[in-house]
């Protein structure tokens, strides 16, 4: 157990994609999908300085594991190693967790470029948002994207986030500060459609 935290941790399956807990074991998978695709993820993370190989080797892992497993413990967040096929392929996580009368938390995820497109990322933060309006106990949860990062806009506005903010300078990514703009869902908005993957698969039944 890495805590008692409301809802996690825990594992969400959807067909081939399974959202898990990181384990120690997964320094290298972690590792091989992290260093091949620096050009897909590189110009959209908040980084420290240094090469990218060595901030995503196998021996970088058990510094992040080990943040990810006390923050966890916390109960400041909950960080999901996404999987299809039981292959890492990706992160999600809800971050930034406020209970109390905000019960709100913010989501980042990223997925391999070899599986871009398949529905791995839709699908997980789907699965995502509603285990934190369930079990997790959340109430609000807020996605801030750089208005450039087409691909990632695409995964919120399907599944219908809210689009409610523009924020000007708002993180230091790539040497500047960036603008980003602020997607929101409350789980008032998916209850009618029986939660926020069930309006995914009627999305993906409908358009084929």
């Known amino acids: 157990m890495l805590g008692a935290a409301p809802g996690w941790p825990v594992v969400l399956v959807d067909g081939p994609v399974l959202l898990r807990p990181y384990r120690r074991s ?37 510094y992040v594991h080990r943040d990810q497993r006390r923050s966890a413990r916390r109960g400041e967040s909950m960080p999901f190693a996404v999987c299809l096929n039981g292959q890492l392929v990706g992160h999600l996580n809800l971050g930034n967790i406020v209970r109390r009368a905000f019960c ?3 989501v980042g995820y990223w997925v391999d470029s070899r599986v871009a497109g398949k529905g791995v990322i839709p699908t997980a933060l789907a699965l995502a948002v509603d285990h934190a309006f369930g079990p997790g106990g959340l109430h609000r949860v807020e996605v801030n994207i750089r208005p450039e990062n087409k691909p990632s806009r695409r995964v919120v506005e399907k599944l219908g986030f809210r689009e409610e903010a523009y924020h000007p300078r708002y993180m230091h990514i790539d040497g500047a500060w960036r603008d980003h703009i602020g997607y929101a869902l409350t789980s008032e908005e998916v209850a009618t459609d029986g939660g926020l993957l069930a309006r995914w698969h009627r999305l993906r039944a409908a358009t084929g």
């Open 104 to 106: 709100s938390a913010y």
């Open 26 to 62: 997964d320094a290298a998978a972690w590792s091989e999908v992290r260093r091949a695709n620096q050009a897909w993820l590189g110009p959209w993370e908040s980084s420290p300085p240094g090469p990218w190989a060595d901030l995503n080797s196998p021996a970088a892992y058990r």
